[in-house]
């Protein structure tokens, strides 16, 4: 039996002696919640492999709390490989550290001997972020270990932003889900891999915008695109966070005629709309849609993205669950905060629905 209980003092007990059990417990972060257990132990971290059915070649991202808020603290756990002198790697990584933490940054670095390789999928690297969630860094004042934590979702589907969520999710899989409420951020975050030369490389683009990155630090962040980002981060497959419906990706200003066409719905019936910056059915779609039954959702986000970002998951999960024979999103048209994460994930979404048409 799954139980739900919010964050109280003997709530927060039961999860962390739940935790250095080896069990798994579903908490809040501030992006999306976590699917948690004690990063040091291969049985614990095996615990979530299995409940999330995840692919044993996606490594998991560690979780620290506020004792371990600098790269020296990081290495003297070991946590971090010690290089044993000075690097420019390190450097750049407590520059990173030093202004995001804690936050929606993850920093992929050499895994250090505290750590298994389980967590990190056997490469030599390993994920580390300090939440910023009160609720998760309580949890891990009351441990003596870091948290393993991917989102807390069947593989393949959409990361939950509630508790609810992850009893939909896994539900039955196990003990305890701490109700912290909706998410604030709403999807992941940031992954960038820090290079020995100090570059800094994006892996998962998400809750801590780029040129937040790019100012703190002085450079410019390389993309995915400049070299094999798959073979760097494995568990960034094209097809991700998929809802059960065919979802359809279309810009406001382009017919969405032909992408419906070669969708695996050619003549939808009942489509629901979830627009990004729009508030109403945009007049290029007008034309494609004519005889189908609309509803429509605007997440109606003028601004850097937030708004958007914090209810884009849900919003899929509901209508997912609704009576549409499919979704047809609004790609938004827009760079900068948190409009690539946006796009990035609608995209993985849709690429399931595109690949069954093809
Ligand atoms: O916001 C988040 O990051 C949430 C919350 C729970 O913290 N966690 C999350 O974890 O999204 P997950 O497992 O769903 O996604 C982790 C991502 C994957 O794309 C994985 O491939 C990448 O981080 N990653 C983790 N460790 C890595 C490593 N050593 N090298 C490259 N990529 C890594
Ligand atoms: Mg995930």
Redesign the pocket.
Known sequence: MTRILPPSVPALNRAAELLRTGQVVALP?E????LAADATRAEAIAKIYEAKQRPLD????V?VGRGAASVPELIARGYVADPGRSSHQLDSAQQLVGRFWPG?L?V?LPRGPALPPEV?AG?S???L?M?FSEVFLELLDRLPFPLA???ANRANRI?PTSATDVLDELGGRIPLILDGGPTTVGL??T?V?VDEDGGIHL??P??LALEAIERATGKAVGHPADRSARS?????RAVHYAPGKPLILARSDEDPGPVLARSPVTEPTRLALLLMLERDCPPAWSSALRGAELTIRSLGDPGDGSMAARQLFAELRALDAGPYDAILAELPARTGGMWPAIADRLTRAAARSRDRAQ
């Open positions: 972060t992006t999306v919640y976590g996606n490594p998991l991202i979780h929606p993850t992929v990190s490469m690297t390993v994920g972020r939440p934590a991917p989102s990361s992941e975050s992954v891999q892996l998962r998400g809750g760097l981060s494995p568990g960034r």
